[in-house]
């Protein structure tokens, strides 16, 4: 391999999600041993942590569906394959894939792509437009929920499959890291007092995030159980969505929750969000191929009330898949007011000595398998089984 090599990371936008932070963490592991880490995309606000992580932002409008762009773009990825020594190219999602596939084997370097979603196969040209994501010379998926899928859709071998989980920051992602006067502060954003147990429904404000579901299951609660010393925190963007948020607003209103549920907007703190918090729930009524609020929340020490389709059971220790006393959270039926309802009650109804075990129990599950440093160790080996190098090796020496 020649000196200098660079990887190229291929990712239409740069806003708040998994894959996009998933990319900040590769760029921050290759910086860490010396190599330097490109990125292709259009731009948003995880740019300025690529660059202060010491990756370069390679403006390029590889969002587009167009096929005469995503020629163009296939030739300027080209280009810099030649000028910049890239040496493998890792694309994270659909339209930008092709552009790096027909480069990569232009220019006859390795290509990987991470299957990030369950992209929707309902017409014949929608599951070729997919298939990309199978076409890497490895394919990473984010979950074993998520390569099952890969192998069903695309009979994909598993010579070139990897399962690597999305990763928690640990070091931010730590009570000890979170100080009192970030809690306060959040507290007071959020107007929630001191005294309420705090539910946190950390999700975009769109139907699939199961809303109603939750509405639901508080007051299916407060029927079954009482008025309970609790307040239900969504916090989710609202963007583009404000009919939606009128119409919680107004089943909020009809069941007289007002002063139990209340929505915050986008929070940028999340590691604050949940330390304050009592239980996290993801409420889900499609399956999610990872989740990564729900390894978050545990290595903060705060158990997860989760829906039982997709990823959450591989992140979510719940009976009946292990014993009472290995349990990190609760898995439930999407779109079960009643099941949601039923796991509220049990966690407030804990004693504070079985619930700090539960805690404990959350916070070494999200430390054992869902750190970054695993993360991209894992994803530095793949490179490495391409490209005949050490990365892994020499990241763990460093990290």
């Given amino acids: 391999m020649k000196d200098n090599p660079a990887i190229l990371q291929v990712i239409p936008h740069l806003g708040v999600g998994g894959a996009e932070l998933s990319t900040v963490e590769i760029v921050d592991a290759l910086q860490t041993i010396g190599v330097r880490a490109l990125v292709a995309s259009e731009g948003g606000r995880m740019a300025r942590d690529i660059e202060r992580r010491g990756g370069e932002i390679i403006p390029m409008p590889v969002a587009t569906k167009n096929p005469l762009q995503m020629l163009q773009n296939k030739r300027q990825i080209e280009k810099l394959i030649s000028e910049r020594n890239v040496v493998l190219l890792h694309a994270r999602s659909r339209a930008p894939a092709w552009s790096s596939m027909l480069a990569s084997s232009k220019m006859n370097i390795p290509f990987v792509t991470t299957y990030h979603g369950a992209y929707g196969e309902a017409a014949p040209l929608k599951r070729l437009y997919n298939s990309v ?16 899928l890969v192998r069903a859709r695309h009979e994909l071998e598993d010579e070139r499959l990897r399962v690597i989980y999305r990763g928690v920051e640990l070091e931010r992602f730590s009570k000890s890291a979170v100080s009192s006067n970030r809690l306060e502060e959040l507290r007071s954003n959020w107007d929630v007092p001191k005294g309420p147990k705090i539910i946190l429904h950390p999700a975009r404000l769109t139907r699939l995030k199961g809303h109603r579901v939750v509405i639901n299951g508080v007051r299916e609660l407060f029927e079954r159980a009482g008025k309970q010393e609790l307040v239900v925190v969504f916090a989710g963007d609202f963007a583009g969505r404000r009919a939606y948020v009128s119409e919680l607003s107004e089943q909020i209103a009809a069941f007289g929750l007002g002063q139990h549920i209340k929505f ?55 009976q009946p898949n292990v014993p009472e006393d290995e349990i990190t959270g609760w898995l439930v039926p999407p779109d079960s007011p009643a099941a949601f ?44 089984e391409l490209l005949g190098t050490d990365f892994a090796v020499r990241y763990e020496r460093k990290a």
């Fill in 133 to 148: 994501m199978a076409r890497g010379d490895q394919v990473i998926a984010n979950s074993k929920f998520t390569a099952d």
């Fill in 264 to 318: 915050v907007g986008h929070c940028s703190d999340m590691a604050a969000a949940y330390a304050l918090a009592y239980v996290t729930i993801i409420a889900s009524t499609e399956p999610e191929t990872f989740g990564r609020t729900s390894a978050e929340a545990q290595a903060m020490g705060c158990p997860v009330i989760a829906t039982n389709i997709g990823a959450p059971p591989e992140t979510v220790r719940a």
């Fill in 341 to 384: 309802a039923g796991a509220l009650e049990e966690v407030l109804n804990l004693q504070s000595k079985k619930y700090q075990q539960l805690v404990n129990r959350a916070i070494e599950n999200a430390q054992d398998s869902f750190s970054d440093r695993l993360m991209k160790v894992q994803t530095l080996a793949v490179y490495d």
